[in-house]
């Protein structure tokens, strides 16, 4: 009897040292950055750059770059942002990770090239159910302009380029 009662203890000890790791093995994954880019979209707490939806959640940080914490309502399309992610990124289209910290970038630079963006999108933008992914943006200081290439999510099979003015923010032309 005596052998049962110490290998039943022995059971209940293993579960809960078991569990224990379970939690302490999402708190020892790795924390990856993601790509650098732009807010496409804001929907049920979710944000897309680039080519992937990031969760944001209770533990999830959004801050900018001075530090100064923010709030997912402070998050607007056409920010410029770094993300980085714990648990990898799934592979779905757009891909799916949990955001653990959303870095806001507010540089001069940054601060443009978000101006720039926001007005591509928007031009672009026919309906709100209409998904834009911004895939690069190159600032050409010689002819005042950013190139930014985009992507609408419902046709992948190309991009294509909208060409805005660096001090109005004019839509140039779009091919």
Same mark, same amino acid.
């Given at each position: 009897?005596k052998?049962i009662?110490?290998?039943?203890?022995?059971?209940?000890?293993?579960?809960?040292?078991?569990?224990c790791?379970?939690s302490?093995?999402?708190?020892?994954?790795?924390?990856?950055?993601?790509?650098?880019?732009?807010i496409?979209?804001?929907?049920?707490?979710r944000i897309?750059?680039?080519?992937?939806?990031y969760k944001?959640?209770?533990?999830t940080? #959004?801050q900018?770059?001075?530090?100064?914490? %923010? =709030?997912? $309502?402070?998050l607007?399309?056409?920010?410029?942002?770094k993300?980085?992610?714990?648990?990898?990124?799934?592979?779905?289209?757009?891909?799916?990770?949990?955001a653990?910290?959303?870095?806001?970038?507010?540089d001069?630079?940054s601060?443009a090239?978000?101006?720039?963006?926001?007005?591509?999108?928007?031009?672009?933008?026919?309906?709100?159910?209409q998904?834009?992914?911004?895939l690069d943006?190159?600032?050409?200081?010689s002819?005042?302009?950013?190139? #930014?290439?985009?992507m609408?999510?419902?046709? %992948? =099979?190309? $991009?294509?380029m909208?060409?805005?003015e660096?001090?109005?923010?004019?839509?140039?032309?779009?091919?």
């Amino acid at each position: 009897m005596k052998m049962i009662v110490n290998l039943f203890i022995y059971i209940i000890v293993a579960f809960i040292l078991a569990s224990c790791q379970s939690s302490d093995w999402k708190m020892r994954e790795a924390i990856d950055k993601g790509e650098e880019g732009f807010i496409t979209d804001l929907d049920d707490k979710r944000i897309l750059i680039k080519g992937t939806y990031y969760k944001v959640t209770n533990n999830t940080y #959004i801050q900018d770059q001075h530090g100064n914490d %923010l =709030d997912f $309502s402070d998050l607007e399309i056409g920010m410029k942002v770094k993300p980085w992610h714990r648990g990898g990124v799934k592979k779905s289209f757009p891909g799916k990770a949990e955001a653990e910290l959303i870095l806001v970038l507010t540089d001069e630079k940054s601060l443009a090239e978000q101006r720039a963006v926001t007005a591509a999108l928007d031009h672009v933008s026919k309906a709100d159910s209409q998904r834009f992914m911004v895939l690069d943006v190159v600032h050409l200081p010689s002819e005042h302009v950013y190139n #930014i290439e985009m992507m609408n999510r419902s046709n %992948l =099979d190309s $991009s294509f380029m909208v060409t805005v003015e660096d001090l109005t923010d004019e839509i140039l032309f779009i091919k």
